[in-house]
């Protein structure tokens, strides 16, 4: 009967052992699809929210959340674009309508984000709407997330 209670209390404790440690790396796979959310929703409002009034500022942000070959284009575009903005005096908000996951590592994810915004510029002083269906590529460098490749779909 002692040997039945030792072998029981072992299985249970291994048992217990292995759930919890189920549990743990469902709670981090959770974890990580928030992070991994949360930074794609920041980098399509930083991209899409940009003002001529600040650009240089806005421009920066944008930067901030970007690698690789996205941080190279929008860099090597920024000084254009300073000026487009500034002499057509535009300002665009953007707003996050869904954001989803296509498909997510502990290094890199791919994620389609619908957004939508207002651009006035001194065309269209009342404003114009645009909708953004966009796929991001990002990786998980020096403890966040980065956001490597943008592309219009859809």
């Not at 796979?29 to 991994?36: A, G, N, S, T, Y």
């Amino acid at each position: 009967m002692t040997r039945i209670l030792a072998v029981l209390a072992v299985v249970l404790m291994a048992s217990s052992g292995w759930l919890g440690f189920q549990l743990y790396e469902r709670n981090e796979e959770d974890r990580r699809h928030q992070d991994i959310l949360a930074a794609a929703r920041q980098s399509v409002l930083n991209f899409t929210s940009l003002d001529y009034r600040h650009y240089e500022r806005d421009s920066k942000t944008v930067l901030n959340g970007a690698t690789g070959e996205f941080k190279k284009q929008f860099s090597a575009q920024t000084a254009e674009l300073t000026k487009i903005v500034a002499e057509n005096k535009s300002v665009s908000e953007g707003q996050i309508i869904d954001v989803g996951i296509a498909r997510a590592d502990d290094r890199t994810a791919r994620v389609l984000v619908v957004a939508d915004g207002k651009v006035t510029n001194v065309a269209a002083p009342e404003g114009t709407s645009r909708n953004y269906r966009l796929q991001l590529d990002l990786v998980f460098e020096d403890g966040q997330w980065l956001t490597s490749n943008v592309e219009f779909v859809g």
